[in-house]
């Protein structure tokens, strides 16, 4: 099993839709999550962290599942601009904090 | 602010043939990242380096690759003899915080092509 999971869809939604993404990890001993997203041939840029009581910034909502190993990625309202690859970022302590990205989820709105 | 510079932007080379990539971080950020992202696939952390140190280098592949940051600043990645596997984007990202990855920035990757 990879240390992190991603579906790599691609996920095809209306704009205004509501869409989220999941991406499960392995590593019990992680402790930091993030969300990056990245552009077609574009660095990755952060999009958001990931906190134990889950976090909102504008349309987007970021939560953690410590039961169950997954952090998810909700995005309401979607617009045109949202479409890119969405990258999970998974850092486990104890160790050499070594962060690991999901291979993505790519996310296409249409008109 | 300058953001992470990385150069060259693109590079063509024939297998067997070295190759080196360059990274200049942010200033006054300590922990500089060489990452190799396949298409498809998400970036995997080649070296970690804090300041000159290199923290984190277990999936570097030493027999072909080597890096180096010295002063702690601008930092080179190089493969000799580059392989057609090593065809990939190496995106380089700093942080201002030594093991605090949220903050990290990337640079816009040297695109690599071996023929």
């Known amino acids: 099993r990879k240390e992190v999971e991603q579906d790599p869809g691609p996920f095809n939604v209306p704009e205004g839709a509501t869409v989220a993404f999941n991406c499960t990890y392995s590593?019990?001993?992680?402790?930091?999550f993030f969300w990056y997203r990245q552009d077609c041939r574009k660095e990755p840029k952060l999009l958001m962290s990931?906190?134990?009581s889950g976090n909102e910034d504008g349309r987007f909502t970021a939560q953690l599942n410590r039961a169950s190993q997954y952090i998810s990625l909700l995005i309401r309202d979607s617009k045109l601009s949202d479409s890119a690859t969405y990258l999970c970022v998974i850092e486990a302590s104890g160790g050499s904090y070594i962060p690991t990205f999901g291979r993505g989820t790519s996310l296409i709105v249409h008109p | 602010e300058a953001g992470v510079v990385q150069s060259p932007r693109y590079k063509i080379i024939e297998k067997k043939q070295p190759v080196a990539f360059w990274c200049n971080p942010i200033s006054g950020h300590n922990t500089l990242y060489w990452y190799r992202q396949n298409l498809g696939q998400g970036p995997e952390l080649l070296i970690r380096?804090?300041?000159?140190?290199?923290?984190?280098d277990s999936q570097l592949p030493k027999d072909r690759f080597s890096a180096e940051r010295l002063k702690g600043v601008d930092s080179t990645l190089k493969i000799q003899p580059a392989e057609l596997g090593d065809s990939a984007v190496y995106l380089c990202?700093?942080?201002?915080?030594?093991?605090?990855?949220?903050?990290?920035?990337f640079g816009q990757g040297t695109r690599l092509t071996v023929v």
């Open positions: 990202a700093s942080s201002p915080r030594g093991r605090v990855f949220t903050e990290a920035f």
């Open positions: 590593n019990s001993a992680s402790q930091s």
């Open positions: 380096y804090e300041n000159e140190e290199a923290v984190d």
């Open positions: 990931v906190y134990s």
